[in-house]
């Protein structure tokens, strides 16, 4: 845009270019005389609408825009996930419901139902009756939800608006607004992502790419927005770790660079977490962290006891004896030691100095397992790498105690040797006989009431 002015000067041509550094930065003032009465005529060019983007006020109410846009699509998954949960939920309430209307038959007729049979009727409802509260829980979920679209929403309008017209609102108050609704966001998602693991989704084949055995990911930490997918082909001996920029370059095979580590890894148990790539060194059972910006390795410790050199593997072998992985809870190291008699012992790391915080013995033997993952500070493990796997054991870190589960998943390619949860996407990313395989996860959150 610009506009004219006139001035005094007559018979002279003047550039003034006096106050900003360069022309894409800021006002260009032209002035000539050209004019039929021989008056000078300045004009006068307002920097176009991008170049006002170098202006430090505007890029930070780009990034504003950009943060509110990413809020409001982590809030569409939100939204995804409480409508699935409250359907799960539903259909619960509904069983309930058939179970209590017996239960009413039943007492008004008590001839239908002999005493045992009663009894166990109404253990059942018991049983049921948690539930209840659980059911209340999502629904303030869902409701939380809403009005947290409609602060989203609220929001992005005035920012739209400023743009037009900037200077307006007071920056600093809109900045602590994003930042509020982003903690708002935070902890709903951390509350609404933790709980009991109940079902895994049907496989989503997202590449057919590399030999049988190897590992894929994104950043595993919570926040994060590094969307980065890292890709590391083989189980032995292997330095060599692709960075795609997007899942979208991941799936086309496009936009990668590579990154050669220093040390070989062993296994398939690599994490990414917050940055650094954590890794078991080939023959040792030491753990390394390196970090991809800087190309380095910032630490390396060894886990004390653990076996390697494919002592203590998973049932498909490779190396396997020390699988890293991350959760709601950080970073933790899965493997066992001679002392434990081949049983899983999980560790929780301090990811600076890879210290072990705490250490947990499963009493899985650790050869029967065909992976295992971690949701919420427990270890599911799976029975098998073969057809017909399932996920057989779940070990409680919160609790130190376990129990044998039987949730079912499709192993669509017949061998898989990875699997690990990432829990800022809440997905199993699994890697299947040379496809890299995503799984969806159902967790369960039971809300405890006194007296139960
Ligand atoms: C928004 O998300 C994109 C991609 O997910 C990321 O690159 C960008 O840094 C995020 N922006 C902000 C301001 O958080
Ligand atoms: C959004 O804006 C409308 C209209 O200004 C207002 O009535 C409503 O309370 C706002 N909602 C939130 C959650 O701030
Ligand atoms: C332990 O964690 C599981 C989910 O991982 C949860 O279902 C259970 O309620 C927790 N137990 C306690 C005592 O917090
Ligand atoms: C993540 O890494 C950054 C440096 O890259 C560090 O400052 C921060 O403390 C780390 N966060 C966690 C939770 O490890
Ligand atoms: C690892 O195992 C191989 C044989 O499988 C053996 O040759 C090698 O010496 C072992 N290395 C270590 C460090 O134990």
Known sequence: SFFFSTCSYTGFYVFLQALYPSPEEGWQIYSSAQDADGKCICTVVAPA????NRDPRSRQLRQL??????????????????YRDLEYVKNTESLMKVVDGKLKVASENPRSLNPKGFQELKDKVAQLLPLLPVLDQYKNDAKMILRLREEVRNLSLVLMNIQEEMGAYDYEELRQRVLLLETRLHSCMQKLGCGKLTGVSNPITVRASGSRFGCWMTDTMIPSSDNRVWYVDGYFK?????????????????????HSLQHPWAGTGHVVYNGSLYYNKYQSNIIV????????????????GAGYNNTFPYSWGGYSDIDLMADENGLWAVYTTISNAGNIV?????????????TWDTGYPKRSAGESFMICGTLYVTNSHLAGAKIYFAYYTNTSSYEYTDIPFHNQYSHISMMDYNPRERMLYTWNNGHQVLYHVTLFQVIKTSGD
């Open 49 to 52: 609408q991008n170049m006002c």
């Open 65 to 82: 825009m950009e943060k509110v846009q990413n809020i409001s699509q982590s809030m569409e998954v939100l939204d995804l996930r409480t």
């Open 289 to 304: 962290k390196y970090h991809f910006r800087s190309r380095s390795v910032l630490v390396q410790r060894s886990l004390s």
């Open 346 to 358: 999980i560790s929780r790391l301090e990811p600076q100095t890879l210290e072990v915080l705490q």
């Open 238 to 258: 292997g330095r060599r770790v692709l960075e795609y920029r997007t899942m979208n370059d991941f799936v086309k095979g496009q936009n990668f660079v590579q």
